[in-house]
């Protein structure tokens, strides 16, 4: 009797426990919550392979086309100054041939740092010919190029790649600035 007392004893005291720790650190409601928190990320990265959202460039305008190799169009369609001194780039890359055409790694740049990204248009450069200065595409805190990323490897015959690439703002007294990219000529374009 004493031993089955003190054993439903023991238990009790074991669930009060396991009870208490689970409700203080939060266990239970952070099992309930992660799958939720870890299933979100993913699909915010799903889109952005995707290119959905801002990356949809306006293609009511036109600022420059630059043909490359193997089929592949630059179309340039806005480049607008944003508050905070950011000029952005939208566009699309269209596969003009009747085959797919595999994207180049000569894309996303020689930068070790932004090889963590995956595919992107890191190596995307403007030219402020007046000012004699270049800009890069712009880096958030942890490195990563604000510009498309992770697309891709190849795009479909007749179908297009829509981008956008985030710059430092050229000086205000500048309205056009020269758009380089590997595989491509320079295109000219006015800022808007």
């Given amino acids: 009797m004493r031993r089955t007392g003190a054993a439903a004893l023991m238990v009790a005291t074991l669930t009060l ?33 995707k290119n959905e959202g ?8 036109t600022l420059a086309t630059v ?3 193997n089929g592949l169009d ?10 905070g001194g950011f000029l952005t780039l939208t566009g699309e890359f269209k596969n003009t041939s009747g085959d797919r055409v595999v994207t180049p790694v000569q894309w996303s740049g020689t ?20 000012a004699k200065k270049r800009y890069y595409v712009l880096r958030d805190t942890d490195n990563r190029p604000l510009t498309t990323t992770r697309y891709d490897s190849g795009i479909d015959a007749g ?16 309205s056009k600035v020269d758009v380089q990219f590997p595989g491509f000529t320079t295109a000219s374009i006015e800022i808007s």
């Fill in 17 to 49: 426990s396991v009870a208490a720790c689970g409700g203080d650190d939060g266990s239970e409601g952070a099992a309930d919550k992660a799958p939720q928190s870890s299933s979100a990320p993913p699909k915010a990265d799903d889109k952005t392979p």
């Fill in 54 to 61: 801002e990356t949809l460039p306006d293609t009511s305008q």
């Fill in 67 to 69: 043909k490359g190799a």
């Fill in 74 to 83: 630059m179309v340039i369609h806005v480049a607008k100054r944003d508050d």
């Fill in 111 to 130: 930068e070790e740092a932004v090889a963590a990204t995956g595919p992107s248009l890191a190596a995307m450069t403007l030219v402020d010919s007046q």
């Fill in 159 to 174: 179908k297009s790649l829509p981008f956008f690439a985030q710059f430092p703002s050229p000086a205000q007294s500048t």
